[in-house]
C-alpha cells in the first residue's frame, strides 16, 4: 500500500532556531516528491517539488533533501520565523498527478 | 499568479441536502481535482476532470459526484448529505497531469453536515 509517513507530527521551536522535518515514503512507482505549507484554514502552498534525480532543493530559508534509495526527504527550515507557523505536508507524485499525501507536521514557532 | 477560488469558505447543511461546492480557476488549467482532508488522515481524492464534461474518479468517489461543463469550474456534488461527509473540501488545478507540474490549491471550503 502507498504511505507516506511525517515525524514528527507536531514541533514547538524558538523564533530563529532552525528544525528539520522527516518523511519517509513507501510509494510506487515514483515520479517526483513535493512539499507543501499549508497555514490554519488554508490551501497547500508548494513549497518545492524533487524528482528522482535530485538531491536537494532550495526556495529562500526552506531546503528540502531526497534519497530515493532509502525513500527518505527532509525539510530544512533555517532562522525560523514566525509566519513559518503552519503544517508542513510531504506529497509523493506516483505520475498521472495521482499524489499520495502525508498527514502533516504541524510546527509552531514561539516568540 | 494562479487564482483557484472556492465559493463558500464555510457551510453548514441538513442530513438529506442537496450540497453543491463550487471551484472556479483563472489559468485555463486542462485539470481540476477534489480532495477533502480529515485530520490525522492527509489530503484524499475524491474526482478530477482532464477535460470539459470527462471525469475520473479517484480514491474516495462514494457520495459524491462531479460536473464540469466548462473549463474554469468543476463542482463538488454531495447528492444527500450525511455526517461523515463533515471536513474541509480542496479543490485543486494543475496543466498538465505528468511530471513537475505544480497543483494549485483553493483556500477550501470547511462543510459541516448536522
Keep these: 500500500k502507498n504511505q507516506v509517513e511525517q515525524s514528527p507530527q507536531s514541533l514547538i521551536i524558538l523564533e530563529g532556531k532552525n528544525c528539520t522535518l522527516q518523511c519517509n515514503y513507501t510509494v510506487s512507482p515514483f515520479s517526483n516528491l513535493r512539499w507543501y505549507k499549508q497555514d490554519t484554514g488554508r490551501g497547500p502552498v508548494s513549497l518545492t517539488i524533487m524528482t528522482f534525480s535530485e538531491n536537494t532543493k532550495s526556495n529562500g530559508r526552506y531546503t528540502a533533501t531526497l534519497d530515493a534509495d532509502t525513500k527518505q526527504s527532509s525539510l530544512h527550515i533555517t532562522a525560523s520565523q514566525l509566519s513559518d507557523s503552519a503544517s508542513y505536508i510531504c506529497v509523493v507524485n506516483t505520475g498521472f498527478q495521482k499524489l499520495v499525501f502525508g498527514t502533516g507536521t504541524r510546527l509552531l514557532v514561539s516568540p | ?114
Aim: net charge neutral; glycine share 8%; hydrophobic share 30%.
Design chain 2, 1 to 114: 499568479d494562479v487564482k483557484v477560488t472556492q465559493s463558500s469558505r464555510y457551510l453548514v447543511k441538513r442530513t438529506g441536502e442537496k450540497v453543491f461546492l463550487e471551484c472556479v480557476q483563472d489559468m485555463d488549467h486542462e485539470n481540476m481535482f477534489w480532495y477533502r482532508q480529515d485530520p490525522g488522515l492527509g489530503l484524499r481524492l475524491i474526482y478530477f476532470s482532464y477535460d470539459v464534461k470527462m471525469k475520473e474518479k479517484g480514491d474516495i468517489p462514494e457520495g459524491y459526484s462531479v460536473s464540469r461543463e466548462k473549463k474554469e469550474r468543476f463542482s463538488l456534488i454531495l447528492e444527500s448529505a450525511s455526517t461523515n461527509q463533515t471536513s474541509m473540501y480542496l479543490c485543486a488545478s494543475s496543466s498538465h497531469l505528468y511530471g513537475t507540474y505544480e497543483q494549485y490549491f483553493g483556500p477550501g471550503t470547511r462543510l459541516t453536515v448536522t
